[in-house]
């Protein structure tokens, strides 16, 4: 299969092979338009149509080359991208990019470059890299918009005030003192209006406020300030749409080999990063909205690149501006409500249909008004938000320098320099250590702060030998990194002051691992492994003997208190000011290789787990045990989750109880554990809960019914069968228990199903319709499209504790 062939498409090729050969052909499916979509397109078209003519003023393309892009973002980007909900355009952010290429290579030329720039984005989509684009620091990306805001901003003030921008920021700046004293009175006017309608519009008080705000901004400010300048006869600039005849195209790039390079690579960086992050921005803006949603599949960011190729491809070869990703029509499109893409490709429909229809309309409206609204999209560009993000993870210098460097020396050559600052501050943090002692009570206390590498050694050792021979001391070790020469260092101070009468404890941590440990009697030194405390493994002298299981679970008691209770105490603590407020029931089985934080990714206060022999859930008025019912209606109707996930596993050993002895524990005579027979022996508490598993074990001797099976295999044997097959029936019990029943009509809550294979550490999710259900194995880098992923934890919006217990 081409590597350029995105994954949706392989998965069709899949699913298709898969399907039984005499099996009767599937109908096509029908284009079906919600209502969310067809009204979510209307709202995007409105603020489309004005910031699309606004844009194309900025960079001094020709107008129409604004409404070619729009509908060429909204038709193919939204057609073939890989967001479905995200609008692409031409984007604010690509204004400076365009701007400096008309003017050095002239119109044909740019959009022979926005050509080129396309084909390298589809090149980079092939090569399925889109990922590497999110690992650019946020704050270079935050000040490259910032440097692109207040260049638009700057040369947007000289048409508010009725005269021409120059060519950079610097001689806007220049030249806008002069401009000051030859202001034309009716294009300040139109342009004051516009910016109020704009600030006032979202700000309406009452009922009204809130119908009216349905309506935006940008269209009510331009059509206001539109129809005030026709009323009142002003004499001003307006938007001029020459014959699409005379239309300019595409043609050969003419201009230096190096120059149209860079051009290339600046229009490509730009317009993939910008979109690519765009995309993660929709992806939580649809897991944030309130209420009963349809569900949207996630972001697949190379088919998103690739879509955005194509885009720019078609964009530039018609004679239009370059395409992005764009947050303010994509923001709009959410929260409208849109459901699918085809909100997107409509509303570039409504675009082609505004180009050929309304040009006569168009031509009403003043330039002083589109600079308006470009002028306020430019300044809200630079983000409060954003400055304080920074501020708090102490990346200024990034920002101010890559915002700067976008500003006065261009995109491609800011970004660069942005990228540089910050690689030097993340080196200056890598080497900044801080070392101090001080004596206490007659105990020495060396404390080291930040990452000790070798060229801290220096410093580390004359504070070593501050301590004099014979004392106790304690080092206290405050960094998540020691190099090899360090720790070296630190040993073998170590064991020359122990040998020397002295006392020393070490404290800290690597990593999450102790970096403390002395080295064992036989001089091997411990290499623990990620998953070392799931194996029981101990390491250094202290560890406690194998026979001895009290002392085993006091030291790993004490290894949480060293080692793990220092990195999650804060978010503890806000836990318990707050309290828990899990948005997911997770219901599995008590086996003990199954650990729930591990296979999702989990923290504190995310998940509210039962757990019990078989994750059965008793139909309700089953039986004497109502521990699972009750955990299940705290959940719903006190916590307030909003969904439940039922988890089964390979090699369930109630499963192969039930198997064993499933015909005596209906007839109430079996032990349920598999180990034989008597009257008497359904009395034990094992034996009678197995018999809350006897409808799973019906189900899958039940030959009309379908037998839910792993997408990509038979099943291993009747156990594992028996396992699949327990998931789906103890979701239709759930289904019984009446808070259940009531969150499901309501819509406020979902039920999945989960199946985790120990011996492969592989997990599957429930999909399909009832009768059609099938086990989907959740790939490491994509979600299955046809599943509802009941954990998406590491995706939700985090506090700051949160981000930092899961980093």
Request: proline share 7%; glycine share 10%; net charge positive.
């Amino acid at each position: 299969m081409p590597a350029c062939v995105p994954a949706h498409t392989a998965k069709s090729a899949r699913t298709e092979r898969s399907h039984p050969p005499h099996s009767p052909p599937r109908r096509p499916r029908r284009f079906h338009l919600a209502g969310a979509d067809l009204s979510a397109s209307v709202a995007v078209f409105l603020i489309a149509l004005p910031l699309s003519l606004g844009i194309a003023l900025a960079t001094g393309a020709p107008l129409r080359a604004g409404l070619v892009a729009a509908a060429v973002g909204g038709l193919v980007a939204g057609r073939l991208g890989g967001s479905p909900l995200q609008v692409s355009g031409p984007a604010a952010g690509l204004t400076v990019v365009t701007a400096d290429l008309i003017q050095r290579y002239g119109w044909r030329t740019t959009c022979a470059v926005t050509v080129l720039a396309g084909l390298a984005q589809l090149a980079l989509g092939c090569l399925r890299v889109a990922r590497g684009a999110l690992a650019v620091s946020p704050a270079v990306v935050h000040g490259m918009l910032a440097g692109i805001g207040v260049t638009i901003a700057v040369a947007q003030v000289h048409i508010v005030l009725g005269g021409s921008p120059q060519s950079s920021v610097l001689d806007n700046l220049r030249a806008l003192p002069a401009q000051l004293t030859v202001l034309d009175p009716a294009a300040l006017a139109v342009s004051a209006l516009t910016l109020t309608v704009l600030l006032t519009w979202p700000r309406l008080p009452g009922r009204a406020g809130r119908l009216l705000g349905k309506v935006p901004a940008a269209l009510v400010a331009v059509a206001a300030a539109t129809a005030v300048a026709s009323l009142t006869g002003l004499v001003l600039p307006r938007v001029d749409l020459p014959s699409w005849r005379s239309h300019a195209l595409a043609g050969m790039p003419q201009g230096p080999a190096l120059g149209l390079v860079a051009a290339v690579l600046g229009t490509t960086l730009v317009c993939s990063v910008q979109s690519l992050l765009g995309a993660v921005a929709v992806d939580k803006l649809v897991a944030g909205r309130a209420g009963p949603t349809t569900r949207v599949d996630r972001s697949d960011l190379d088919r998103e690149l690739l879509g955005q190729g194509a885009a720019n491809v078609v964009s530039g070869a018609l004679g239009g501006l370059p395409v992005a990703g764009v947050a303010v029509r994509s923001t709009a499109n959410v929260r409208a409500g849109a459901v699918s893409r085809n909100s997107t490709m409509l509303h570039g429909v409504l675009v082609v249909i505004a180009a050929l229809l309304m040009v006569p309309v168009l031509e009403f409206v003043p330039l002083a008004s589109l600079a308006a609204l470009v002028m306020a999209v430019g300044i809200q560009m630079v983000s409060p938000h954003h400055i304080r993000t920074v501020t708090r993870h102490q990346e200024v210098p990034v920002y101010a320098a890559t915002a700067l460097g976008v500003a006065v020396l261009g995109v491609l050559q800011g970004v660069a320099l942005g990228i540089a600052v910050a690689v030097a501050v993340a080196l200056r943090r890598l080497t900044r250590t801080r070392i101090t002692h001080e004596e206490r009570k007659g105990v020495h206390h060396v404390h080291v702060r930040g990452q000790l590498t070798f060229l801290a050694v220096p410093r580390l050792s004359r504070a070593l030998q501050l301590v004099p021979p014979g004392a106790a001391v304690v080092v206290r070790l405050d960094g998540s990194f020691m190099d090899h020469a360090a720790y070296e260092s630190l040993q073998d101070w170590q064991r020359t002051h122990t040998a020397q009468g002295g006392s020393v404890e070490l404290t800290g941590r690597r990593a999450g691992v102790r970096i403390a440990e002395p080295a064992a009697a036989d001089g091997v030194r411990c290499r623990c492994r990620p998953w070392t405390p799931w194996r029981n493994h101990q390491c250094g002298s202290a560890a406690p003997a194998p026979g001895d299981r009290g002392h085993r679970l006091a030291h790993g008691i004490r290894a949480f208190q060293q080692s793990t209770a220092p990195r999650v105490r804060e978010e503890l603590a806000r836990l318990a000011r707050e309290g828990q407020r899990p948005s997911q029931l997770f219901l599995t089985c008590a086996d003990s290789r199954l650990v729930t934080s591990m296979i999702t990714s989990s923290g504190p206060g995310d998940l509210f787990v039962v757990r019990n022999v078989g994750n059965l859930v008793p139909p309700p008025g089953q039986g004497e045990d109502d521990s699972v019912a009750a955990a299940v209606e705290y959940a719903v109707d006190v916590l307030g989750v909003r969904s439940i996930t039922v988890c089964g596993h390979s090699g369930c050993g109630a499963m192969q109880a039930l198997l064993a002895s499933g015909p005596d524990l209906a007839s109430g005579t079996g032990s349920g554990t598999g180990s034989g027979s008597g009257s008497g022996q359904i009395r034990t508490p094992l034996g009678r809960w197995l018999r809350h598993g006897l409808p799973s074990l019906e189900r899958m001797a039940d030959d009309g019914r379908h037998d839910p099976r792993p997408a990509d295999r038979p099943p291993a044997d009747a156990v594992e069968r028996l396992c699949l097959t327990n998931v789906v029936q103890q979701l239709e019990h759930l289904r019984a228990h009446d808070p259940v029943a009531r969150a499901l009509r309501e819509g406020t809550l979902e039920l999945h199903g989960m199946y985790f294979h120990v011996g492969e550490a592989e997990a599957y999710l429930l999909t399909g319709a009832d009768g059609e259900e099938t086990f989907t194995r959740v790939s490491a880098t994509e979600t299955p499209q046809a599943a509802a992923p009941p954990l998406t934890l590491s995706d939700t919006s985090d506090t700051p504790s949160e981000k930092t217990f899961r980093e």
